[in-house]
């Protein structure tokens, strides 16, 4: 308790607070531009704390690094563009909502489920950093697999006309992938001789083509409606969800909330595989499984909660034992180190005030954001107004201009227009772009960490001997069987009825 109060004590510093909220307000831009992830965030945002107290950078600096996280969703849900990497599962059914008319009501359920899981998390890496460090110290190669191919299994309940289609999607998606310098062996595979494949496709210009390029193709070849967006509609446009709204998801909101803080835990793992792990789930528990990718508020909120909750968990391993758990959090500790904390287990001991101030300038973050998020979200909604052959035009531009300052590499823009291009056809002959998506996150990962592991453990059925990894492929092969089971019950069912209607 007195390490709370300590933190209290200093973070509500009248300077430090109006740090922390202007950490929101730079964080919450930076995520909605496509391009500026919560890693470059905090690299733009390091520039100004050179000169501070190291507790308020401390402050500042978190602030930041869990509004970059939230404001990615903005775009997110607008105009399809995933601000960060870890808002694309936010478009599955923010974009859809907003297409309705409904982007107050989408941005409203975002926002409040992104604060829910940052203060969910900060709580439970205030109480549980101890027992957490332990946790994460027992995961490695062959639990990061298991942890990366349950996420992939969201497959198995996406609704699809055609599972054929999302079965090539998916293989696509995996295809990509592979290509770049293997992480084992060195050797270049799939470059065919150029050396901006050497480092594989970038995921984040292959999403805005995916996402933003194609939704704007898809207008040009046939133009949607946008009467939904119109005058007339604009109260409906932005507004808010009620509190009968909130209390459908409070479920989800909580368990996609833990989840993600525990992903956000495992090294390597971070918000863009808890985002997706969460969605999968949420679509196993859906009552309306159909809804889901369709403007489900589950789907938002179990994305948004899981992917906030993961900065929390990343920084579990972080301060305790100096090992980052995501980008984000490895240039959250080069800024950390730049003012003096030395993280691992003589934190506490050495620098409990950093400690605390860190713990307790997160939940003031996530409390301060609901706020300032929402006046920039209702904001940003009402760009909606303008016709759309300027704001395709805009929204085109952005993400070009997004995607030429991620890397500040033009081979970028050519991946985007590529990515644009599959976009288009895959929305045209209903293939699932979810599906590319999910391959392309997660398949690199499945790859490494299943190769990893072999060579760590020398066999397959050696990973079972492991008893995190036992568990988590438990939940897999249920997953995978219930659909199966799901079939059967329902045909044995017709069979039952046919027999009583024939007799």
């Known amino acids: 308790m007195d390490l709370i109060s300590t933190g209290f004590r200093v973070i509500l510093d009248p300077n430090v607070l109006l740090w922390i909220v202007l950490g929101v307000f730079f964080g919450t831009i930076f995520g909605a531009l496509p391009g500026v992830n919560a890693t470059m965030a905090i690299v733009l945002s390091t520039n100004f704390t050179y000169a501070m107290d190291p507790v308020i950078a401390i402050a500042f600096l978190s602030a930041v690094y869990c509004a970059a996280i939230t404001g990615g969703s903005i775009t997110a849900i607008l105009f ?7 808002s694309a599962a936010t478009v599955l059914d923010g974009y859809p909502m907003a297409k309705r008319g409904e982007a107050g009501r989408a941005l409203g359920i975002s926002l409040v489920s992104s604060a829910i899981g940052g203060l969910t998390s900060a709580i439970l890496m205030f109480m549980l950093t101890q027992p957490l460090m332990k946790l994460a110290l027992k995961f ?6 298991a942890v990366c191919f349950l996420g992939l299994s969201i497959l198995i309940f996406i609704s699809s006309n055609s599972k054929l289609n999302m079965f090539i999607s998916v293989l696509i998606g995996l295809f990509i992938g592979t290509i770049g310098v293997d992480k084992l062996t060195g050797i270049a595979r799939f470059t065919f001789g150029s050396a901006n494949l050497l480092d594989g496709i970038s995921i984040l210009p292959f999403m805005l083509g995916m996402f933003a390029a194609a939704e704007i193709f898809s207008n040009v070849y046939a133009p949607a409606d946008a009467s939904a967006f119109s ?6 446009l932005t507004k808010l969800p009620s509190m009968k709204d909130f209390w459908t998801i ?17 090294p390597g793992a971070g918000a863009n595989i808890s985002s997706w792990l969460s969605y999968s789930i949420e679509s196993k528990l859906s009552k309306h499984p159909e809804m889901m990718g369709n403007g489900d508020p589950h789907g938002i909120c179990a994305a948004e909660a899981a992917n906030n909750a993961a900065t929390g968990g990343a920084m579990v391993p972080l301060l305790s034992m100096g090992i980052p758990g995501s980008n984000a959090a490895a240039m959250m500790m080069t800024a950390l180190a730049i003012h003096g904390v030395t993280m691992g287990p003589l934190l506490l001991k050495a620098q409990p005030l950093y400690l605390s101030a860190t713990f307790s300038a997160m939940i003031v973050a996530n409390i301060v954001m609901v706020v300032i998020s929402l ?4 904001t940003f909604a009402r760009i909606l107004r303008v016709p759309y052959y300027i704001l395709g035009t805009l929204i085109l531009m952005l993400a070009l201009t997004g995607c030429f300052a991620y890397q500040a590499k033009l081979f970028d ?3 985007m227009i590529v990515g644009g291009i599959f976009g288009f056809f895959f929305k045209k002959y209903k293939f699932s772009t979810t599906a590319l998506i999910l391959g392309l996150v997660l398949g690199k990962d499945i790859e490494y960490y299943f190769r990893r592991a ?19 492929a438990v939940i897999v092969i249920i997953m995978y069987l219930y659909p199966l089971l799901a079939f059967i019950i329902a045909k044995a069912k017709q069979r039952s009825v046919g027999t009583r209607v024939g007799n």
């Open 80 to 86: 399809k563009i995933p601000g960060t990497p870890s």
């Open 140 to 145: 490695n190669s062959a639990e990061q697999f």
């Open 231 to 236: 005058k007339d509609n604009q109260a409906k």
């Open 250 to 266: 409070k479920f989800t909101m909580l368990r996609s909330a833990i989840l993600g803080t525990f992903v956000g835990i495992v």
């Open 375 to 378: 006046f920039v979200a209702i």
């Open 413 to 415: 823009i050519a991946v």
């Open 454 to 472: 072999l060579m760590m453990q020398g066999s397959f059925l050696n990973f079972f001997h492991r008893p995190i990894f036992s568990v988590i």
